[in-house]
T-cell receptor, first 110, second 115 residues
Framework: GQSLEQPSEVTAVEGAIVQINCTYQ??????LSWYQQHDGGAPTFLSY????GLEETGRFSSFLSRSDSYGYLLLQELQMKDSASYFC???????????FGKGTKLSVIP | DVKVTQSSRYLVKRTGEKVFLECVQD?????MFWYRQDPGLGLRLIYF???????EKGDIPEGYSVSREKKERFSLILESASTNQTSMYLC??????????????FGDGTRLSIL
């Protein structure tokens, strides 16, 4: 089946760097996406990795390694506003769907 | 800017009622989706639609139906609401026929309580 595994919770200090991992038990997908969701808010798109390697967007970077069945989201210079849930997701050829992981709740502390 | 609007932020209904959740997007997107989000379970796809009057079941369609009469509007229907359908419901849309690398745009969600 299609399964994406993420840690349920992560805590990090303001100004630090944090890495949120996503491991998967599936293959043949187009790429790995990341979404951010603040409490009570809508999920918003952060990044997409179609190919292996690192994609950087400001303070956020995302990485994919298909050979290792592994990806991660890296947040640098953490700010209090980064406290949110982060979801990884994949899409498959011929499908309109995204399959989401269960999400990682990031708490940034002073 | 992209806009997906869900008709209600909070809704309280009674067991057995027929419930309608409405979603409208203003981006001329072909694909629209309904998810429910529960603590510890993430986002689970209920139904999606890739064109007007077209619909496909997602992972958890039981107890739900949908309607897509116009391109911009996608409705989720709980035929006979039950307490286990108390949840956050999220609508989303994308603009191409494949979700290949198209981000999904989400509404703010409807928190539905069934009493």
């Amino acid at each position: 089946g299609q399964s994406l595994e993420q840690p349920s919770e992560v805590t990090a200090v303001e100004g630090a760097i944090v890495q949120i991992n996503c491991t998967y038990q599936t293959s043949g997908f187009y790429g790995l996406s990341w979404y951010q969701q603040h409490d009570g808010g809508a999920p918003t798109f952060l990044s997409y990795n179609a190919l292996d390697g690192l994609e950087e967007t400001g303070r956020f970077s995302s990485f994919l390694s298909r050979s290792d069945s592994y990806g991660y989201l890296l947040l640098q210079e953490l700010q209090m506003k980064d406290s949110a849930s982060y979801f990884c997701a994949v899409s498959f050829p011929g499908s309109y769907q995204l399959t989401f992981g269960k999400g990682t709740k990031l708490s940034v502390i002073p | 800017d992209v806009k997906v609007t869900q008709s209600s932020r909070y809704l309280v209904k009674r067991t057995g009622e027929k419930v309608f959740l409405e979603c409208v997007q203003d981006m001329d997107h072909e694909n629209m989706f309904w998810y429910r989000q529960d603590p510890g379970l993430g986002l689970r796809l209920i139904y999606f639609s890739y064109d007007v009057k077209m619909k496909e079941k997602g992972d958890i369609p039981e107890g739900y139906s949908v309607s897509r009469e116009k391109k911009e509007r996608f409705s989720l229907i709980l035929e006979s609401a039950s307490t286990n359908q108390t949840s956050m419901y999220l609508c989303a849309s994308t603009g191409e026929r494949s979700a290949k690398n198209q981000p999904q745009h989400f509404g703010d969600g409807t928190r539905l309580s069934i009493l």
